[in-house]
T-cell receptor, first 115, second 114 residues
Framework: GDSVTQMEGPVTLSEEAFLTINCTYT??????LFWYVQYPGEGLQLLLK?????DKGSNKGFEATYRKETTSFHLEKGSVQVSDSAVYFC??????????????FGQGTILTVHP | DSGVTQTPKHLITATGQRVTLRCSPR?????VYWYQQSLDQGLQFLIQ???????AKGNILERFSAQQFPDLHSELNLSSLELGDSALYFC?????????????FGSGTRLTVV
């Protein structure tokens, strides 16, 4: 079945550092890929998405490129802020069949940014 | 405010009891999804409804059931509760039958079974 693997955390960075959170996936067909962010005590918020190979999703300085050849969707940000401290989830939805309608999430990566 | 409303925010109950979690989707959204978030299992998809009909089923226990009403709100019923059912339960909604454009999540109901 579909699966998502994220790099192990937690990740601790200083403000203005470069961020990469790795995400790889296993799925049949052409899934859509997402990054969600969860701030303490809140629900998940969609950060960015990509729906086909080579698409780049971007939002709030974060970027991720859908790489079908490496089945990856790594999240990057050039300069992190303290306010970026949160849990980040990579997710996919299948192209159809029984996986349609369902988001499969990675285990989440805790990011802490220090001033 | 995401537009998806979940009640109650917190729930503490005893083993063996039954509880009902409620979700009102964002205005205009026809699909409702339920997820369970726990430390050991992560985020697990439970079930999806679209315009009142069940569309997809995930790792939902037989003790759990859900439905979507004509006004599109949804309820998740958890019965014969066990300690292991303690978790955050999220509801999400989307316009269409799938999360092509992403879901909108509610802020969750934290269930504690004692």
């Amino acid at each position: 079945g579909d699966s998502v693997t994220q790099m192990e955390g937690p990740v601790t960075l200083s403000e203005e550092a470069f961020l990469t959170i790795n995400c790889t996936y296993t799925a049949t067909g052409y899934p859509s890929l997402f990054w969600y962010v969860q701030y303490p005590g809140e629900g998940l918020q969609l950060l960015l998405k990509a729906t086909k190979a080579d698409d780049k999703g971007s939002n709030k300085g974060f970027e991720a490129t859908y790489r079908k050849e490496t089945t990856s969707f790594h999240l990057e940000k050039g300069s992190v802020q303290v306010s970026d401290s949160a849990v980040y989830f990579c997710a996919l939805t299948g192209a159809g069949g029984t996986s349609y309608g369902k988001l499969t999430f990675g285990q989440g990566t805790i990011l802490t940014v220090h001033p | 405010d995401s537009g998806v409303t979940q009640t109650p925010k917190h729930l503490i109950t005893a083993t063996g009891q039954r509880v009902t979690l409620r979700c009102s989707p964002r205005s205009g959204d026809l699909s409702v999804y339920w997820y369970q978030q726990s430390l050991d299992q992560g985020l697990q998809f439970l079930i999806q409804y679209y315009n009142g009909e069940e569309r997809a089923k995930g790792n939902i226990l037989e003790r759990f059931s859900a439905q979507q009403f004509p006004d599109l709100h949804s309820e998740l019923n958890l019965s014969s509760l066990e300690l292991g059912d303690s978790a955050l339960y999220f509801c999400a909604s989307s316009v269409g039958q799938g999360p092509y454009y992403g879901y909108t999540f509610g802020s969750g109901t934290r269930l504690t079974v004692v």
